[in-house]
C-alpha cells in the first residue's frame, strides 16, 4: 500500500514534531491511507500489476480498479500470444469531459482480424480467470512534472498524482488521531466525545466516532465522509455468463 501524505506535508499544516514524531507520524499515515482504500475499494496512486478476470462472451472486459496503462493483453488462456494493441480500445481517460475511472474497460475492436486469429475468436470467452491484464492501475489524476533547466517548450514527463481531496482527508485522520493516549484516553474514545448533556436530569450523549472508523459507516467528519461517498469504487454489474458462445465469422 502506498502513503498518500507524506511527513513534510505535515509539518506545512502546521502540525509540529513536538505535537507528532516524524515515527509516528509515518505510521499514522500508512495506517490512514490503507484506511482509505478499504472504505472507499480503490488505491489512489501508480500500482504496477497483473489481473486475471473471467471472460463473459462478450467484447468488453470490465475492470474492478481504474486502469492507467495496459502494457499486456492476453484473451481466453492463452497466456503466450500478445493481443496487438491497435485492436482494442482501453477506457483509461481521467477527464475532466471524460472520466473512465468510475467504469474502465477494454473494449475489442469489431473487424480486429488479429484478435480473431489469436484467440479463435473475436470476444472474451466465457471462462474463469482465462484473461490477463498487465498494466499500471489506481485512481490517480493526470499531471506534468516539469524539471528545472530543461529545453525550453519542453512539455515536461507524465506522472500520476494522488487527488488532493484523498490528502486531505489523510492530514485530518491524521491529525485528530496524532496525541498518544492513555488507556483512560483509548476508552473515552470508544465511548465517544460527549455531544449533549442534562445536568439536572444525568442524561448524556456521546458521539460514536471510534466505531464509526472501523466500520463500513459515515465518520461523523463530514469531509472526510464526503471524500469516500466521493471516490467510493461502484457496484460492478456485469453480463450473464449464461449465454452460449457466439463464434462470429470475418
Not at 73 to 102: C, E, K, W
Not at 217 to 227: H, S
Amino acid at each position: 500500500m502506498g502513503d498518500y501524505i507524506t511527513v513534510d506535508d505535515l509539518r506545512d499544516e502546521d502540525i509540529s514534531e513536538s505535537e507528532l514524531s516524524d515515527e509516528r507520524a509515518e505510521l499514522l499515515i500508512t495506517y490512514w491511507s490503507g484506511w482509505i482504500d478499504l472504505m472507499t475499494g480503490q488505491f489512489f496512486d501508480a500500482r504496477d500489476d497483473t489481473l486475471y478476470l473471467d471472460g463473459d462472451g462478450s467484447r468488453l472486459l470490465q475492470l474492478p480498479v481504474p486502469i492507467i496503462e495496459c502494457t499486456e493483453l492476453y484473451m481466453n488462456d492463452n497466456f503466450t500470444t500478445v493481443i496487438d494493441p491497435t485492436y482494442y480500445a482501453l477506457y483509461n481517460s481521467r477527464g475532466p469531459v471524460q472520466d473512465d475511472r468510475h467504469n474502465p474497460r477494454i473494449k475489442l475492436k469489431i473487424g480486429g482480424t488479429d484478435v480473431f486469429s489469436a484467440s479463435s475468436s473475436g470476444l472474451f470467452e466465457i471462462g474463469d480467470r482465462n484473461q490477463k491484464v498487465v498494466g499500471t492501475f489506481g485512481y490517480v489524476e493526470a499531471g506534468m512534472l516539469h524539471i528545472p533547466g530543461t529545453i525550453p517548450g519542453d512539455p515536461g514527463t507524465d506522472v500520476y498524482i494522488t487527488p488532493e481531496p484523498i490528502k486531505r482527508a489523510v492530514k485530518i485522520l491524521v491529525n485528530i488521531t496524532k496525541e498518544y493516549m492513555s488507556d483512560d484516553d483509548i476508552d473515552q474514545l470508544k465511548i465517544g466525545r460527549l455531544v449533549e448533556e442534562v445536568t439536572d436530569r444525568h442524561r448524556a450523549t456521546y458521539s460514536d466516532t471510534y466505531d464509526r472508523l472501523s466500520a463500513w459507516n459515515p465518520t461523523g467528519i463530514t469531509e472526510v465522509d464526503l471524500v469516500i461517498r466521493q471516490y467510493r469504487r461502484p457496484l460492478i454489474v456485469t453480463a450473464p455468463r449464461t449465454m452460449g458462445l457466439f463464434r462470429p465469422t470475418v
